[in-house]
T-cell receptor, first 114, second 115 residues
Framework: EAQVTQNPRYLITVTGKKLTVTCSQN?????MSWYRQDPGLGLRQIYY???????DKGDVPEGYKVSRKEKRNFPLILESPSPNQTSLYFC?????????????FGQGTRLTVV | AQKVTQAQTEISVVEKEDVTLDCVYE???????LFWYKQPPSGELVFLIR??????QNEISGRYSWNFQKSTSSFNFTITASQVVDSAVYFC????????????FGTGTSLTVIP
């Protein structure tokens, strides 16, 4: 089954404790991205990657890092999480971004930073 | 700059009523793509439809229909004979052509269908 898999689904952590949210897709998509969803703001792009070893900032990259060492994986790293990073996070992948193909989203990761 | 506006924050309808969710977008690009996604209470994002800027044909899929009008920069979504399972948050999104493929999402419309 074609899918984007995120882990964990739920995470509660304390301020300053590094964490990684994993994302993996099995569709051989070159394009992957991360979004955060906050009430009243919709989804906003954090980082994106057009291919292995190619990543770039989205609209809200502060406090986040990503890496793309393999095509299928695109982890999101919070080096020192803060309460304002409490949010619902989505990983997404697309087949032909230049042609506007739809994005496939993971199940979401609900992160709470206390 | 791209922007998507979903002015309706919350809508409640009684089962079997028709409901239209509004979406207005802004873009300077001549080539762009519009999408609707559904987010049920379980939280995942489910793709519903994609439209490119050169295709203004309306589309119907079962009880769902979409009306794309470039003249008014709108891409509205109608559910006919609504059902309780339609209760969800619906997002309209815009992406431009090019490698960045960033999706600009509206703030979503929460639809509640009352039995």
């Amino acid at each position: 089954e074609a899918q984007v898999t995120q882990n964990p689904r739920y995470l509660i952590t304390v301020t300053g404790k590094k964490l990684t949210v994993t994302c993996s897709q099995n569709m051989n998509h070159e394009y992957m991205s991360w979004y955060r969803q906050d009430p009243g703001l919709g989804l906003r792009q954090i980082y994106y990657s057009m291919n292995v070893e190619v990543t770039d900032k989205g609209d809200v990259p502060e406090g986040y890092k990503v890496s793309r060492k393999e095509k299928r994986n695109f982890p999101l790293i919070l080096e020192s999480p803060s309460p304002n990073q409490t949010s619902l996070y989505f990983c997404a992948s697309s087949l032909y971004p230049e042609e506007g193909t739809e994005a496939f989203f993971g199940q979401g990761t609900r992160l709470t930073v206390v | 700059a791209q922007k998507v506006t979903q002015a309706q924050t919350e809508i409640s309808v009684v089962e079997k009523e028709d409901v239209t969710l509004d979406c207005v977008y802004e873009t300077r690009d001549t080539t762009y793509y519009l999408f609707w996604y559904k987010q049920p209470p379980s939280g995942e994002l489910v793709f519903l439809i994609r439209r490119n800027s050169f295709d203004e044909q309306n589309e119907i899929s079962g009880r769902y229909s979409w009306n794309f009008q470039k003249s008014t920069s709108s891409f509205n979504f109608t559910i006919t004979a609504s059902q309780v399972v339609d209760s969800a948050v619906y997002f309209c999104a815009l992406s431009e052509s090019g490698p960045r493929n960033q999706f600009y999402f509206g703030t979503g419309t929460s639809l509640t269908v009352i039995p």
